[in-house]
């Protein structure tokens, strides 16, 4: 089994970087499974953000222009999620998700397995 937990900020100003981190526990090894964060906004489907394995390799949306950073921190067992340059576009809610399919690797947020609850992430000055 495996769950998560997202933790961070609930607001953040424009034009700043959006940190967050999912805390990890599994009972299967979490190298076999891929990492990924989605989130959605009001009124709008799920949007994937990207993911990482827990070997480092790393794939993101390309809606994103860059924006987005996946890495994990093997020892606390969490990864996080950077997005810079927010805007108030970026305002939702983020979940991070674990996907036991790794090929060919999963972006669409419906390729997921295990959810955390999520967390609300406003964007505002």
């Known amino acids: 089994q495996v769950q998560l937990q997202e933790s961070g900020p609930g607001l953040v100003k424009p034009s700043q970087t959006l940190s967050l981190t999912c805390t990890v526990s599994?009972?299967?090894?979490?190298?076999?499974?891929?990492w990924g964060w989605i989130r959605q906004s009001p009124g709008k489907v799920p949007e994937w953000l990207g993911l990482v394995s827990y070997s480092g390799y790393t794939r993101y949306n390309p809606s994103l222009n860059s924006r987005a950073s996946i890495f994990w921190d093997t020892s606390k067992n969490q990864f996080t999620l950077q997005l810079s340059s927010v805007t108030p576009e970026d305002t939702a809610m983020y979940y991070c998700?674990?996907?036991?399919?790794?090929?060919?690797?999963?972006?669409?947020?419906?390729?997921?397995?295990?959810w955390g609850p999520g967390t609300q992430v406003t964007i505002s000055s």
């Open positions: 998700a674990a996907s036991r399919q790794l090929t060919p690797v999963p972006t669409s947020p419906v390729l997921y397995d295990f």
């Open positions: 599994a009972s299967a090894p979490t190298s076999d499974l891929l």
